[in-house]
C-alpha cells in the first residue's frame, strides 16, 4: 500500500492498532519504508511506538527525520525510555538527539545516564505524580486530570512534605473513593506501609520488593529521602526476565550478554563461551593426572576403565540437581546461607536413598550386559563400582549444595557453583574413591 | 506482648505495619499465638493478611476460628486469592469452609477449581470494573466510587456489550481526564487494540502477552467472548518466577515441584531426581561398551585413557552452553524453530573458532605437564587428542543446538534437553570420535 501511496488507508488500518505490533510491524519492513510509516503514526501515538522499535530502526528513524520532529519525539518521550533508547545508540546520535531536547529534559536525561546500569535509578521513571500532604483530594484529582497524560502511572500518587521528602502514598482507588475536603494527608498509608528504595539500591532487591509486596510502582529516594522517581511493575517484569536469563547463563558457564541471540556475532558468541570453556579444560589436568596414575591396575583389571564414564556422569548430575535446587532458592530467597546445616543433613539423606537405588540398579545393570555381551568382567569389580557410587553420589550432593551456599557466603554469584563447575570438581574427587576403592581391593587380592 | 495481654499496643502496632510483613510476622510465631495475633487485627486487612499467609498457617486460623468468623473472611477475600488457599488445604477443610460461603460466592469458587491448573482461568479474578458501552464516564466514575473497595484492580475498566461480550476498554487516566457527558463507547480502545485471552490459553502464554504488550491487566473472556474475568499484573509476575523455577529445574533434569525446598521431605526430594539419574546412568551403557571395545588399545598407548574425562567434559561444557541458549531463546520467544538452520551455521563457525582456540591450548598444556611430570605419552598422540577436540567441540555445538529445537517442534519441553541430556549424548559420541581418530593413527602405525 506504501507503494501505492495509499497514505489515508494506512493510516486508519494504523490508528486501530496497538503501539506494539505497530513497532514490530515497522521494524519488520524494509530500512526505505520504516521512516515513511512511521511518519503516517497519529501525533499522540508516534512517541510510544518508537520507545517499541528495535535499537537499529530507532537509528534509521532518527537519521531520516528534521531536528524539529526529533524534538517533539523526545519531549513525548516518558525519560526513562528515552535514556534506553540513548543507551543504545552510538554517540553521533546521542549527541544529536541531546541538541534538539529542552536544557530541563537535557539535564534530566544526562543524570540519568549517569546511574550505575543496574542501579534502581537507571530503571526510575520522573513522571509521577506527587502531591503536597497538605493538598485535598479535590485539588488531586482536579490536578490529575490537567496532567494526567503526561504522567507514566497515575494509579498510585505520592505525598511529600515541604522539603520534598516522601511521608506517603495514596492510591488513585483510594483517591477517587475518598471524601471530598479530605486532606491526602489523612488518607495516606505511611510509616511502615510505604514501601520506597534508594537510587542506588540494585535492581534485583527493587524487583524482589515490587514482588513481594504485589506493588504496582514504587517510589525512588535519594539519600536524605527525597522523591526522585518511580519504578514501574512494566519495567520490573523486564528486570525479572533479565535477571533470570543472566542466571541461566551464567548456570551455563556463558558470560552473560543483553544481546539477542541471532543477532550477536559469531566473534561475540565464542567470547562469552571460551573463557570458561578453557579454565574447565585445563581443570581437567587433574582428572588427566589421576587417572595416569591408576594407568597400569586401569590395565590389569578388565571392565574398571568402561566405568569411569558412567560413574563421572551420575556423580555430576547428581550434583547439578541439588546445585540447581539451592542456585534458585538463595535468588529467591526461599534458602538462606544460614539453613546450611538443615540443607547438608537433608542432601545427605537423599544421597544414601539416591546413592543406593543407583547402585542396585547398577549392579543389575551390569549383570545383564555382562550376560548379553560374554564381558569378562568379575562380580567383585560390579561390588567396587557399585560402593564407589554410593560415595559418590553422597560426595556429589554434598559438594553440589556447599558450594553455592559458600559462594553467596563470599559475595560471589551462586549461579557460577552450577552444573559444569560441579561436574569439573565432582569428576575428581568420583575418580579418587573408585581407584581408592579399587586399590583396597587390588591390595586384599579380591579383584 | 501477647503473654503481658498488652492487646491495644499489638492493635496499634500492627495497624502501622504493612499486611505482607504482618503476615510474615504471624506465620512466624508458636501456633498459639497466631490465632490470637490475627484476631487483633483491624476488620479491614484481616482478609488481605490472610491470603499472605503460608499455608500451614492458614489451616491453623482456619480451625481455630468460628464459623461466622470463617464466614466473614471468605466473603471479604478476592474470588482468586480464596481459591489459591483452597487449592492447598485438605479436603475437609475446603468442605467447611464451603459450607460457610454464600451460595453465589461457593459456585464461583467451584467454577474455578475446575479450571485446569495452568490455564487463564485457574489465576483470574472475577472482582473487575466492567460498564456497558453506553455508559457515561460519569455514571462510571460514581459507579467506581461505590464499589471500589471490592475490586482486585480498577486501572482498567472494560466495556460489554447487551450479550456481557467484552467490546472494549477504558483506562483509569482516560476516564477521569474524558469529558463530563462522554460515552465509554467513545473513547474505549477497540479491534486490533484490545487485547484478551481466554479461559484455557495457557497461563504462560498470558503472561508472554503482558509483558509483550507492558499491561496491568487482561481481560479473560469465554469461547462465546464474554467478558469472564481479569488477570492482574501481580499474579503474572508470580508466574513468570514459577515458569522460569520449573526450566531452572527441568534443565537439570529434576521433575519439578512447587514446594520449597526446605519444606520438601527427603523421600520427595529423592522421588524427583531418581527417575532421570536412573535413566541418564543406564544410557551411559553406551559410553562403557564403547570404551570395553577400545581397551585393548587404551592399554597399549600410553596417555589415550587420561584424556577421556577431559575430552568428555569439554564436549559436555560446549553444548551445555549452546542448548541453554537455545532454550532460553525459544522460551522467551526470540528463536523460533524456523531459525534452526540460521542457528546451526552460527554454531559451526563458533564451533570452529572455540574447537581451534581449545586445542591450541590444550596443545600447550599437554607439552607442559609432560615436561613437568615427565610422562611418556608421545606427541603424536597429543594430535589425536587436539583433532578429537575440534570434532567434538563440533558435534557438541551442533547437538546442542538440534535437540532443544526438534524437541520444541515435536512438542516437548525444550528445557529437557539442557546439559545433563546433552552431556550423556555427546559423551558417546566424542568417544566414537577419539576412538575413531586414535584407530586410523594406530592403523598407520603413528601412534
Tied chains: 1, 2.
Aim: proline content about 3%; hydrophobic content about 45%.
Amino acid at each position: 500500500m506504501l507503494d501505492e501511496n495509499k497514505f489515508s488507508t494506512i493510516k486508519d488500518i494504523l490508528r486501530e492498532m496497538n503501539t506494539v505490533d505497530i513497532a514490530r510491524v515497522i521494524s519488520d519492513s524494509a530500512a526505505e519504508q520504516q521512516v515513511k510509516i512511521f511518519r503516517l503514526l497519529p501525533k499522540d501515538s508516534s512517541a510510544e511506538v518508537f520507545t517499541y522499535l528495535e535499537p537499529e530502526t530507532q537509528q534509521t528513524v532518527i537519521n531520516s527525520i528534521t531536528n524539529t520532529e526529533i524534538h517533539n519525539l523526545v519531549e513525548d518521550m516518558f525519560i526513562d525510555d528515552a535514556v534506553d533508547f540513548l543507551e543504545e545508540v552510538p554517540a553521533n546520535i546521542v549527541t544529536r538527539v541531546l541538541a534538539q531536547t529542552s536544557k530541563e529534559t537535557r539535564d534530566t536525561i544526562n543524570k540519568f545516564l549517569s546511574y550505575p546500569d543496574d542501579s534502581a535509578g537507571s530503571i526510575m521513571t520522573v513522571e509521577m505524580a506527587a502531591f503536597h500532604v497538605s493538598v485535598t483530594v479535590d485539588e488531586a484529582i482536579e490536578e490529575l486530570r490537567r496532567t494526567a497524560q503526561d504522567k507514566e502511572s497515575i494509579e498510585t500518587c505520592y505525598c511529600i512534605d515541604d522539603f520534598r521528602k516522601l511521608v506517603g502514598s495514596v492510591s488513585l482507588r483510594k483517591l477517587i473513593v475518598a471524601k471530598s475536603g479530605t486532606l491526602l494527608g489523612d488518607i495516606m498509608l505511611n510509616d511502615d506501609r510505604l514501601i520506597s528504595v534508594k537510587t542506588y539500591d540494585d535492581r534485583e532487591t527493587v524487583a524482589e520488593i515490587v514482588r513481594k509486596y504485589d506493588l504496582l510502582s514504587v517510589p525512588v529516594v535519594d539519600t536524605e529521602g527525597r522523591l526522585v522517581g518511580i519504578i514501574t511493575i512494566d519495567d520490573i517484569v523486564d528486570v525479572i526476565q533479565e535477571e533470570n536469563t543472566e542466571d541461566f547463563e551464567k548456570m551455563a558457564l556463558l558470560l552473560p550478554s543483553e544481546d539477542d541471540y541471532l543477532k550477536t556475532g559469531v566473534l561475540k558468541l565464542t567470547k562469552n563461551r571460551i573463557v570458561w570453556l578453557l579454565i574447565l579444560m585445563i581443570s581437567a589436568t587433574f582428572t588427566g593426572q589421576i587417572i595416569e596414575g591408576f594407568q597400569d591396575k586401569l590395565a590389569a583389571v578388565s571392565g574398571l576403565t568402561a566405568c569411569i564414564p558412567m560413574l563421572m556422569d551420575t556423580g555430576g548430575n547428581a550434583g547439578n540437581q541439588v546445585s540447581t535446587l539451592i542456585i534458585r532458592g538463595l535468588a529467591l530467597g526461599t534458602i538462606k546461607p544460614s539453613d546450611y546445616l538443615k540443607v547438608l543433613w537433608k542432601e545427605i539423606r537423599v544421597a544414601v536413598i539416591c546413592g543406593s537405588v543407583l547402585s542396585v540398579a547398577n549392579f543389575i545393570r551390569m549383570i545383564i550386559i555382562r550376560f548379553v555381551t560374554g564381558g569378562s568382567t568379575t562380580t567383585p569389580v560390579f561390588f567396587v563400582v557399585c560402593l564407589s557410587m554410593i560415595f559418590a553420589v553422597m560426595l556429589a550432593k554434598s559438594i553440589g549444595c556447599t558450594l553455592p551456599i559458600l559462594a553467596k557466603l563470599v559475595h560471589l554469584d551462586p549461579a557460577l557453583m552450577a552444573g559444569p563447575m560441579i561436574t569439573t570438581i565432582v569428576d575428581a574427587a568420583s575418580l579418587l574413591i573408585y581407584f581408592g576403592i579399587a586399590g583396597i581391593f587390588i591390595s586384599h587380592g579380591l579383584i
